[in-house]
């Protein structure tokens, strides 16, 4: 996923980039991201000369997407898939109506846990999946304004 973004600040090998919804966003159904957060913490990996106000091209590799989508989809699956299999084993006269509403019970405990997990300790078990600037696109004659304690430009 690749989008543009306006350089706000730069803090040694990260910066905080004001994404360009039109751009990033256009035809995605994640509406969350988009009402969350306008600006994102972005990792500068090429060691780029960056400044407040420069347009970039950032990126989420796929490998982190990838990633990212296996370790949430996976455990509700294996919860759905456990849950249902330990309902036919305790109960085999049980039918289908049965195991399948013990298997969505499964769902949604597994992803449960795997959000409270992810609560409790996603700092202890962060991986590195922050999406990366790739160019600078350019500064577009944008100057910061800085005003010193007098108030005078």
């Given at each position: 996923?690749?989008?543009?973004?306006?350089?706000?600040?730069?803090?040694?090998?990260?910066?905080?980039?004001?994404?360009?919804?039109?751009?990033?966003?256009?035809?995605?159904?994640?509406?969350?991201?988009?009402?969350?957060?306008?600006?994102?913490?972005?990792?500068?990996?090429?060691?780029?000369?960056?400044?407040?106000?420069q347009m970039v091209e950032i990126e989420l590799s796929s490998?982190?997407?990838?990633?990212?989508?296996?370790?949430?989809?996976?455990?509700?699956?294996?919860?759905?898939?456990?849950?249902?299999?330990?309902?036919?084993?305790?109960?085999?006269?049980?039918?289908?109506?049965?195991?399948?509403?013990?298997?969505?019970?499964?769902?949604?405990?597994?992803?449960?846990?795997?959000?409270?997990?992810?609560r409790r300790f996603h700092r202890r078990f962060a991986v590195?999946?922050?999406?990366?600037?790739?160019?600078i696109l350019a500064s577009n004659g944008y100057q910061p304004?800085?005003?010193?304690?007098?108030?005078?430009?």
């Amino acid at each position: 996923m690749t989008g543009r973004g306006r350089v706000l600040s730069v803090s040694g090998a990260t910066a905080t980039v004001m994404r360009n919804p039109a751009a990033v966003c256009f035809g995605c159904l994640g509406t969350e991201c988009r009402r969350k957060a306008d600006d994102i913490t972005v990792e500068n990996p090429f060691g780029l000369e960056l400044a407040v106000g420069q347009m970039v091209e950032i990126e989420l590799s796929s490998e982190d997407a990838l990633f990212q989508a296996v370790i949430s989809l996976c455990p509700p699956l294996l919860g759905f898939a456990a849950a249902y299999l330990l309902c036919g084993f305790f109960a085999p006269a049980s039918g289908e109506p049965l195991r399948a509403a013990c298997g969505v019970l499964g769902l949604f405990t597994a992803g449960l846990v795997l959000y409270r997990f992810h609560r409790r300790f996603h700092r202890r078990f962060a991986v590195r999946a922050l999406p990366r600037i790739t160019r600078i696109l350019a500064s577009n004659g944008y100057q910061p304004v800085s005003i010193d304690e007098s108030g005078d430009r």
